[in-house]
């Protein structure tokens, strides 16, 4: 399940990023970095050994507990926004891309797009 | 997230401690009037149906992301959540965890098609987007189904939390405390609609986020830093800060898939993305929206973390109910007039949540339903804002019933949502092969299988193993279905995607 999830969550956000059959292209790193780290941080707060009073602590954390909490659940909120807004014009919408929407718009329904408002 | 106050309704229905300071009451009154002053400009803009469902179509990136981030959030994640923290540890961080991903996901899987699909068709509900893409009024009307028997529970369980917080407030009653509260939101939100509701989440995620990065400073003061606390807890507590906290490592993914793959599936968030004036603005959604969740969720752990430490080095009494850690903090901890800032925060969170749940149930009453029997309610408006008092009645009605009752309805609004949306919607909008056969029997599935499911348990006929629930079982049980009917029927696959459509899903 440590394994699976992020396994779910990545190929859904990798679905929803393809592109009529195309690549992720860059994203492909993004993706990766974050399957690394939501599976690294699970599996490695299960195979450390459990922390003791007066073990060090990583960033005020126990060991396994700052993995969970910066690795599983910090980390990723700086990689995937940004790059969702860096890959943005080139891999999810550009000015062309709603051109092409508003004349298949057009063309079924015989409407200028956004006509019936 | 909205799906907590859903699946830990129950812990919002203990009382936090009484709080009829004078500061905290007027702190509340002068937040309700500047509620009610939003209201009443949002009435004078409030011309057509589309304004009342989907506030015109001309919100911008801002408005978006915070309004979008405070429906999200509910009056949980200031008293329950912080509850959980203190009782169960870094178990309950999983409920938020999926939050460093599901942002961004729901913006690939979900926010450019909706919003593209509003380019191209007239999009007032979560639905309809599911019947344009499947041809399907059939889809659409049992999708409507399904929102309508969600949202009247999850009123419930938050007007009850609304009440709850009044009467902390004033001290006047839990039953008027809820009428004072249903009849504030009902003031705004009929006359005004989601362009009301938008435009005061937006007041109100400012509210909560800023009110929560003060708590989160006084907590790490209040603790001795993050150290300090570590190191107080692990003396006496260790399992609290291990990695699942006192849950099972089963039962903490458990909550990272479900609130995860669920997100997916809120109907109350992704009917915000049709309400973007400018597509090309979603650019920066997810890092505004992240940034403001983010700030908001800091009381959720610092101040669980905080009380359990202040509890187990006896700066502070033992905790009657783990409810009253963030009302206990706040009171002995911090200044009275932040105090008095996040008790109109809760109340604040609430409402933006009933607000929202109010515009999807009026919809799928006054336009879903009707599409699914092939006929259209002439003036939406209008009728809109009635259903929206009928509903709101009834779920402040439901909100008196017993505490466990409200809870179970509660419980099931997220499984519901996750369970009938999720596949037709972050599959169906992202895959050409899916099928209308696929998206109705998926529907069928998870309406059946979570009713089911928590009725039996509710009913105690039997209890799930620890990490395992109902939810979880119906999203992937309607996710499997969705794939197996589309793909025994996919030679139907072409003849339920219009040209438009298509070309929205290969954008």
């Known amino acids: 399940m440590a394994v699976a999830l992020p396994v779910c969550m990545v190929a859904m956000m990798t679905f929803g990023a393809v592109r009529n059959g195309r690549r992720v292209g860059a994203l492909a790193l993004p993706f990766a970095l974050v399957f690394a780290l939501v599976t690294g941080g699970f599996l490695l707060a299960m195979a450390l050994p459990p922390d003791r009073a007066g073990d060090a602590l990583w960033l005020g954390l126990p060991r396994r507990a700052a993995v969970i909490l910066y690795g599983v659940g910090l980390l990723p909120l700086f990689v995937l926004p940004l790059a969702y807004a860096l890959t943005f014009d080139a891999l999810t919408l550009s000015d062309e891309d709603i051109a092409r929407v508003r004349a298949a718009r057009t063309e079924t329904l015989g409407e200028s797009p956004r006509g019936h408002r | 997230m909205s799906g907590v106050s859903g699946i830990v309704a129950l812990l919002q229905s203990a009382a936090v401690p009484p709080l009829a300071k004078p500061v905290i009451g007027g702190v509340a009154v002068g937040y309700f009037i500047i509620v009610a002053v939003i209201g009443i400009w949002a009435t004078r803009k409030t011309k057509s149906a589309a304004d009342f469902f989907v506030a015109g179509q001309g919100l911008g990136l801002f408005t978006l992301a915070i309004a979008a981030m405070a429906a999200t959030l509910s009056g949980f994640a200031f008293i329950g959540g912080p509850g959980l923290v203190?009782?169960?540890?870094?178990?309950?961080?999983?409920?938020?965890?999926?939050?460093?991903?599901?942002?961004?996901?729901?913006?690939?899987?979900?926010?450019?098609?909706?919003?593209?699909?509003?380019?191209?068709?007239?999009?007032?509900?979560?639905?309809?987007?599911?019947?344009?893409?499947?041809?399907?009024?059939?889809?659409?009307?049992?999708?409507?189904?399904?929102?309508?028997?969600?949202?009247i529970g999850y009123m419930a369980t938050n007007l009850l939390a609304l009440g709850l917080v009044i009467d902390?407030?004033?001290?006047?009653?839990?039953?008027?405390?809820?009428?004072?509260?249903?009849?504030?939101?009902?003031?705004?939100?009929?006359?005004?609609?989601?362009?009301?509701?938008?435009?005061?989440?937006?007041?109100?995620?400012?509210?909560?986020?800023?009110?929560?990065?003060?708590v989160f400073s006084f907590a790490l003061q209040a603790g001795g830093g993050?150290?300090?606390?570590?190191?107080?807890?692990?003396?006496?507590?260790?399992?609290?800060?291990?990695?699942?906290?006192?849950?099972?490592?089963?039962?903490?993914?458990?909550?990272?898939?479900?609130?995860?793959?669920?997100?997916?599936?809120?109907?109350?968030?992704?009917?915000?993305?049709?309400?973007?004036?400018?597509?090309?603005?979603?650019?920066?959604?997810?890092?505004?929206?992240?940034?403001?969740?983010?700030?908001?969720?800091?009381?959720?752990?610092?101040?669980?973390?905080?009380?359990?430490?202040?509890?187990?080095?006896?700066?502070?009494?033992?905790l009657g109910t783990a409810d009253d850690a963030t009302p206990t903090f706040l009171l002995q901890f911090t200044s009275l007039p932040l105090a008095a800032v996040v008790f109109s925060a809760v109340a604040a969170a609430i409402m933006s949540t009933v607000n929202s749940f109010m515009s999807i149930g009026s919809a799928a009453i006054t336009h879903d339903l009707p599409v699914a029997f092939g006929w259209r309610v002439k003036d939406e408006l209008r009728w809109g804002r009635i259903?929206?008092?009928?509903?709101?009645?009834?779920?402040?009605?439901?909100?008196?019933?017993?505490?466990?009752?409200?809870?179970?309805?509660?419980?099931?609004?997220?499984?519901?949502?996750?369970?009938?949306?999720?596949?037709?919607?972050?599959?169906?909008?992202?895959?050409?092969?899916?099928?209308?056969?696929?998206?109705?029997?998926?529907?069928?599935?998870?309406?059946?299988?979570?009713?089911?499911?928590?009725?039996?348990?509710?009913?105690?006929?039997?209890?799930?193993?620890?990490?395992?629930?109902?939810?979880?079982?119906?999203?992937?049980?309607?996710?499997?279905?969705?794939?197996?009917?589309?793909?025994?029927?996919?030679?139907?696959?072409?003849?339920?995607?219009?040209?438009?459509?298509?070309?929205?899903?290969?954008?």
């Not at chain 2, 504030?184 to 990065?213: E, K, P, R, W």
């Open chain 2, 86 to 151: 203190y009782s169960l540890g870094l178990g309950a961080v999983f409920i938020i965890l999926p939050a460093a991903l599901t942002n961004s996901m729901g913006a690939w899987v979900l926010a450019k098609r909706l919003r593209l699909l509003a380019e191209v068709r007239e999009m007032i509900t979560i639905p309809d987007a599911i019947g344009a893409r499947f041809q399907s009024p059939l889809a659409q009307g049992l999708a409507g189904v399904a929102i309508v028997l969600a949202v």
């Open chain 2, 226 to 318: 993050l150290s300090g606390i570590s190191q107080t807890i692990m003396a006496q507590d260790p399992a609290i800060l291990g990695p699942w906290g006192k849950l099972t490592p089963l039962a903490a993914l458990s909550f990272f898939f479900v609130f995860g793959l669920g997100s997916l599936g809120q109907p109350h968030v992704a009917h915000k993305f049709f309400m973007l004036k400018d597509a090309r603005r979603l650019k920066w959604f997810p890092l505004v929206m992240t940034f403001a969740l983010f700030l908001t969720l800091l009381l959720f752990v610092g101040v669980g973390l905080v009380v359990k430490a202040l509890v187990l080095s006896g700066r502070m009494a033992p």
């Open chain 2, 387 to 507: 259903w929206t008092v009928v509903l709101t009645l009834g779920a402040a009605v439901v909100a008196q019933a017993s505490g466990t009752l409200v809870a179970f309805l509660g419980v099931f609004g997220w499984g519901l949502f996750a369970s009938t949306l999720v596949p037709s919607l972050a599959l169906g909008l992202n895959w050409q092969g899916a099928t209308r056969a696929g998206s109705v029997w998926s529907i069928l599935t998870g309406l059946v299988i979570t009713l089911t499911l928590e009725s039996l348990s509710f009913f105690k006929v039997f209890s799930f193993p620890s990490g395992v629930t109902a939810t979880a079982i119906a999203l992937v049980a309607s996710l499997l279905v969705f794939v197996a009917v589309s793909w025994l029927t996919r030679a139907t696959a072409a003849a339920t995607l219009s040209p438009d459509v298509r070309a929205v899903m290969e954008a």
């Open chain 2, 168 to 214: 902390a407030i004033f001290g006047i009653g839990r039953t008027p405390a809820i009428w004072i509260g249903t009849l504030i939101i009902l003031a705004y939100s009929v006359s005004g609609g989601i362009l009301a509701g938008i435009y005061n989440d937006v007041f109100q995620g400012v509210l909560m986020a800023v009110a929560s990065t003060f």
